[in-house]
């Protein structure tokens, strides 16, 4: 865990992925993926592999994509891995343009035995922080399901507002949120 690239926060590390990392969690090669992560893998991480495999083609299509690739959130005390965030274009994708010039829009998922611990919330900020600071980025987009009730406290607690809403060909309608971190 000490040889990637991480941001910490008070409890967590937020782990960046890499091409290789993502090829093996598309192939099912989960040894190879837990020495190149430096971290157990879980049964929860492999049921997004469809992410695993969207986020390498993208990465493959287009280098610029390549440091924005997830990240793994794994407990710093225990290295145990409670979930991923990321983000799901580089930076200004023209699908934003009108909405949020510039920014980006970002996901996360803590797996179930690790909710409601202020984890998510954690990770988030340790993350729009690191990107302000060390990427210039601070215009966010989050789209939210209506009935996400704890992500849409924890946009809300981070200074995010709802700007709109639209039809997810996934998960139906999300209500979008968009902050200008400080």
Same mark, same amino acid.
């Given at each position: 865990?000490? =040889?990637?690239?991480?941001?910490?926060?008070?409890?967590?590390?937020?782990?960046?992925?890499?091409?290789?990392?993502?090829?093996?969690?598309?192939?099912?090669?989960?040894?190879? @993926?837990?020495?190149?992560?430096? $971290?157990?893998?879980? *049964?929860?991480?492999?049921?997004? %592999?469809?992410?695993?495999?969207?986020?390498? &083609?993208?990465? %493959?299509?287009?280098?610029?994509?390549?440091?924005?690739?997830?990240?793994?959130?794994?407990? &710093?005390?225990?290295?145990?891995?409670?979930?991923?965030?990321?983000? #799901?274009? @580089?930076?200004?994708?023209?699908?934003?343009?009108?909405?949020?010039?510039?920014?980006?829009?970002?996901?996360?998922?803590?797996? /179930?035995?690790?909710?409601?611990? =202020?984890? /998510? !919330? !954690?990770? $988030?900020?340790?993350?729009?922080?690191?990107?302000? %600071?060390?990427?210039? $980025?601070?215009?966010?987009?989050?789209?939210?399901?209506?009935?996400?009730?704890?992500?849409?406290?924890?946009?809300?607690?981070?200074?995010?507002? %709802?700007?709109?809403? #639209?039809?997810? *060909? $996934?998960?139906?309608?999300?209500?979008?949120?968009?902050?200008?971190?400080?």
């Amino acid at each position: 865990m000490d =040889g990637q690239q991480s941001i910490r926060t008070a409890r967590l590390c937020l782990l960046e992925t890499s091409v290789a990392l993502l090829e093996a969690c598309a192939t099912d090669n989960l040894a190879q @993926a837990e020495r190149l992560l430096g $971290v157990s893998l879980c *049964e929860d991480w492999q049921t997004d %592999k469809w992410l695993w495999e969207l986020r390498l &083609a993208e990465a %493959k299509k287009d280098p610029a994509f390549l440091p924005w690739l997830p990240r793994a959130i794994v407990l &710093a005390d225990s290295s145990q891995l409670i979930g991923h965030l990321n983000f #799901h274009s @580089a930076p200004g994708p023209s699908y934003l343009q009108q909405i949020a010039p510039g920014g980006l829009e970002l996901g996360y998922t803590i797996f /179930a035995p690790y909710r409601r611990n =202020g984890y /998510a !919330e !954690e990770a $988030v900020t340790g993350l729009l922080k690191w990107t302000a %600071k060390h990427r210039g $980025v601070r215009h966010f987009v989050f789209s939210i399901r209506p009935d996400n009730t704890p992500s849409v406290r924890i946009a809300h607690k981070l200074g995010f507002s %709802k700007i709109g809403q #639209h039809e997810d *060909e $996934v998960d139906g309608t999300e209500d979008i949120y968009s902050c200008h971190w400080p």
